[in-house]
């Protein structure tokens, strides 16, 4: 395939538009979408590409929009959804639990909710508490929802539009900071597997597994400790549901040491889950304690040098690296 290095946005924006352009039925929703292109200008063109009658501006209701895309999804219309700050999901959990999530069971596989929901996540610089959390642990805990991350241009497209086609509800977490972050991606149409891992970057004393943006903080971090003769594997599991465990052991074959980095608080976030997964399954390679990083059990500051006090940076994962070794 031939390439060219665009944005991670750019990355989303085109899969969102060729999606449309091959599915004629797809609906978007969300605040802001349509004319002002959203507030990170992913959605740009899209509105004047596609009409107001397939990109459409929301009231400011999460409750609202979401409830909207599932009714049509539930008249088999596809939809996708932009929460603009993840945070705000909160306003519509009844929607995405105990509806999205549960009526292909209740129905004994009737029913499909072809329905993807974006959402635009953590911290990204004095956004303060209500505008900077890291939510996806929430949503691996419920059975019927799958939830994706994408931590480069190439993932983002690709992920973004196998979760598009998807008969089931799709969390699609997209991090701030990756926006503006340029790779290659595939001129040609292509679609990645959901539910399949990555290694990032090979190697053979230490895996860190990280996600979203951790990924680039974990390969800063692996860049500093091979300085000092220490060989990093970086693996992305992308998937958070379903889970890549084969991925998992695969990386701990190499190495059998295990650091697990996410941004959310280490109380109860996804690392804790990648870690009984290793402790459970892979016991047989562990060679010592498997070490979590995540940010401090607090809201997020507003205050710039109390927010990277709380969120976890490269110094933090050097260290865990250094004491696992």
Not at 105 to 131: E, F, I, K, N
């Amino acid at each position: 395939m031939s390439s060219r290095r665009i944005s991670y946005s750019q990355a989303i924006n085109e899969a969102l538009s060729e999606e449309m352009e091959r599915d004629p039925s797809i609906l978007m929703l969300g605040e802001d979408v349509a004319e002002p292109g959203g507030v990170f200008g992913v959605t740009k063109g899209l509105y004047q590409k596609f009409g107001g009658e397939r990109v459409l501006d929301t009231p400011i209701s999460e409750q609202a929009l979401v409830g909207a895309a599932l009714g049509a999804s539930l008249l088999g219309v596809p939809t996708i959804t932009e929460i603009m700050f993840s945070d705000f999901v909160t306003l519509a959990m009844d929607q995405l639990v105990n509806q999205a999530a549960k009526f292909h069971y209740m129905t004994g596989g009737r029913t499909s909710v072809p329905m993807l929901v974006r959402m635009v996540t953590g911290a990204s610089g004095a956004a303060s508490a209500q505008h900077s959390q890291s939510l996806e642990a929430w949503f691996t805990h419920t059975p019927g929802l799958k939830v994706v991350t994408a931590s480069t241009p190439y993932e983002a497209k690709g992920l973004l539009k196998s979760a598009i086609r998807d008969p089931d509800p799709v969390l699609f977490f997209e991090h701030k900071l990756l926006y503006n972050g340029k790779g290659e991606v595939p001129e040609e149409d292509y679609t990645l597997p959901i539910g399949e891992g990555t290694v990032a970057l090979e190697g053979s004393d230490v895996t860190i597994v990280a996600y979203l943006h951790m990924v680039p903080k974990s390969l800063k971090a692996a860049k500093i400790l091979s300085a000092e003769g220490i060989s990093v594997e970086v693996w992305n599991p992308r998937s958070l549901v379903p889970f890549d465990r084969e991925g998992l052991r695969q990386t701990l074959k190499k190495t059998g040491r295990l650091v697990v980095v996410q941004e959310a608080p280490k109380r109860s976030g996804f690392g804790a889950e990648i870690a009984a997964i290793a402790a459970e399954e892979c016991f047989d390679l562990i060679k010592g304690p498997i070490r979590r990083v995540g940010a401090a059990n607090t809201p997020i500051p507003y205050a710039p040098v109390m927010e990277n006090l709380v969120i976890p940076g490269v110094d933090d994962i050097v260290e865990a690296v250094r004491r696992t070794i």
